[in-house]
Nanobody
Framework: QVQLAESGGGLVQAGGSLRLSCVAS????????VGWFRQAAGKEREFVGA????????SYADSVKGRFTISRDNAKNAVYLQMNSLKPEDTANYYC??????????????WGQGTQVTVSS
C-alpha cells in the first residue's frame, strides 16, 4: 500500500505560481509512475500530467502544457507539480495518484486526499 499526501495548495492571484508536493508513505514511490489530476467544483476529475517512475519522461494536458512542470525526487519519496502563469480556470482540488501513466484516472491505484488551489482574477 502507498499512502499519498498532497500539500502546497492555497490562494494565488492570476499570473502567480504555486508548487504542489505529493509525498508518499508506507512504500517507496520510486517504483511508481505518478500522475496529477484536478477536479473543479461540479466538473469531472481531469488529467493534468504524469511522470515516469524514473523521471525519464513526462506528459501534460494541453491546457497546462508550457505552464506546469512535474518533477520528482525519489530520495525524498516525493513528486512535485510546479504551476506557473496560473489562471482562474486552474482553480480546482488537485490530486496526485500512483500506478499509472495515462490520462485515464482508472489506471491509477493509489490517490491522495487532494489540496485546493484557488486562483483569483
Amino acid at each position: 500500500q502507498v499512502q499519498l499526501a498532497e500539500s502546497g495548495g492555497g490562494l494565488v492571484q492570476a499570473g502567480g505560481s504555486l508548487r504542489l508536493s505529493c509525498v508518499a508513505s508506507g512504500r517507496t514511490l520510486s517504483s511508481y509512475n505518478v500522475g496529477w489530476f484536478r477536479q473543479a467544483a461540479g466538473k469531472e476529475r481531469e488529467f493534468v500530467g504524469a511522470i515516469r517512475w524514473n523521471g525519464g519522461s513526462t506528459s501534460y494536458a494541453d491546457s497546462v502544457k508550457g505552464r506546469f512542470t512535474i518533477s520528482r525526487d525519489n530520495a525524498k519519496n516525493a513528486v512535485y507539480l510546479q504551476m506557473n502563469s496560473l489562471k482562474p480556470e486552474d482553480t480546482a482540488n488537485y490530486y496526485c495518484a500512483a500506478g499509472g501513466y495515462s490520462s485515464n484516472r482508472f489506471d491509477y491505484n493509489y490517490w491522495g486526499q487532494g489540496t485546493q488551489v484557488t486562483v483569483s482574477s
